[in-house]
């Protein structure tokens, strides 16, 4: 059985490559469900509906651990692990990027004052708050939407989109944070500049250097799912819906050429 890798574009593509890169003899399926992006801007019911039908999606392609490498889309995450999971795939298993990111703040940097930048939908929903408060207390969260960086990343304008973000990071700078995750798939094409804007004394939390250990970590604690993992070094990248643009920003953000199949969800 394949791992999949879930995101509502080809942001998660930066993820994915990252993962590859540390476990590559496993078998992989990458989906981005560009026809409904971008999810940021969708009610948390929509992000559920929509997030759930692409885990079953790829659960039906035979995976048996799904990443939601997108940070929207795991908002819906607890949702789908207690209520869809335990009534239809009861044997698989569904990760997202929250967690993990915010222990990697709190354990590895000891961070007291932590920054997130996400879509509005993530940050509206105060889900990193909620999430900060089980693992530690005495940490305030400073959380901070920057709506306008995916569209432009996935149109391929990157000055534009770092014009964008200093003017962003602005008042995060101002607040004397000591980590900033990055709590989108798509902002880790920017953590150069994020870093360059923050200066050394910020810890930036960046999703594609932390996933593929804490994934790593996973599969040695939970042998009965790594034993059904295939180990044929095989990848495919799908996606919902196909622009002409893509392919140049499908090899920016995974570092290569690769092909896109279009494929439709329920
Ligand atoms: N991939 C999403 C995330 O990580 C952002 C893109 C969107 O708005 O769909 O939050």
């Known amino acids: 059985m394949k791992i999949g890798i879930f995101d509502s574009g080809l942001g998660g593509l930066i993820i994915t490559r990252s993962i590859i890169a540390k476990l590559p003899k ?37 995976c048996q651990l799904v990443i939601v490498a997108c940070g929207t889309a795991s908002l819906a995450l607890r949702q789908i692990q207690n209520e869809y999971l335990p009534n239809n795939y009861p044997d698989r298993r569904v990760l997202g990027v929250i967690v993990p990111t915010l222990e990697v703040a709190d354990k590895n940097y000891r961070a007291k004052r932590i ?34 960086l995916v569209e432009l990343i996935e149109q391929n304008a990157l000055p534009k989109a770092k014009n964008a973000l200093k003017l962003y990071l602005k008042p995060l700078q101002e607040q004397g944070i000591e980590a900033l995750i990055l709590g989108c798939t798509h902002y880790p094409i920017l953590k150069r500049e994020v870093r360059g804007l923050m200066g050394g004394k910020v810890a930036v939390i960046s999703p594609d250097e932390i996933i593929p250990d804490k994934l790593a970590g996973y599969l ?47």
């Open 115 to 148: 920054g997130v930048i996400g879509t509005s939908a993530t940050i509206n929903s105060h889900k990193y708050r909620q999430e900060l408060t089980k693992i530690d207390k005495t940490a305030k969260i400073y959380e901070l939407a920057t709506p306008k």
């Open 220 to 266: 040695k604690r939970h042998k009965e799912i790594n034993k059904t993992l295939s180990r044929g070094g095989k990848k495919e990248f799908l996606v919902t819906k196909i622009n002409p643009g893509f392919k140049a920003v499908a090899k920016r953000l995974f570092g290569k050429k690769i092909g896109l199949r279009l494929v439709r969800l329920k």
């Open 26 to 62: 496993y078998d992989y399926i990458y989906l981005g469900d560009t026809k409904n992006l971008p999810y940021g801007s969708k009610t948390p019911r929509q992000i559920f509906e929509f997030t759930k039908i692409a885990v079953d999606f790829l659960f039906e392609q035979d």
